[in-house]
């Protein structure tokens, strides 16, 4: 049986960007590069990242804080932590995904705040 989790990869998108499209996309690069090595472990990783951005665009978000994003961009995350197993935490300072560490705790979720924490899937 294995035990390979579904973990949804927590970091900062927008926290000290200025919401420059560079420094986004870096942030949205390491949270990809933190799922590969989730991945490649044997586990299930997700970020809302990789779901909202796209929903942003087909909506006409025009930029990171207008009214679609308030619509979607934490609210898919929310839905998507519902259903996984565990949070990573990762990067430096996030009011979005310390929400996501507090909501995950709160729902009794496993909370890793590095890869090396989390149990290798068998």
Do not use: W
Request: hydrophobic share 40%; aromatic share 4%; charged share 20%.
């Amino acid at each position: 049986m294995s035990n390979s989790q579904m973990i949804l990869v927590a970091g900062p998108y927008r926290s000290g960007t200025a919401d420059d499209p560079a420094k986004l996309a870096a942030n949205v690069r390491a949270m990809n590069e933190t799922a590969l090595r989730l991945f490649r472990a044997g586990h299930l990783p997700v970020t809302g990242e990789a779901l909202a951005l796209p929903l942003l665009e087909t909506a006409g978000s025009t930029r990171p804080g207008d009214p679609l994003y308030d619509e979607i961009f934490h609210p898919v995350a929310e839905q998507l932590l519902a259903r996984c197993d565990a949070v990573l935490r990762i990067g430096g300072p996030s009011e979005g995904a310390d929400r996501m560490v507090a909501q995950a705790r709160e729902a009794g979720k496993y909370v890793y705040r590095s890869l090396e924490e989390v149990p290798a899937a068998g």
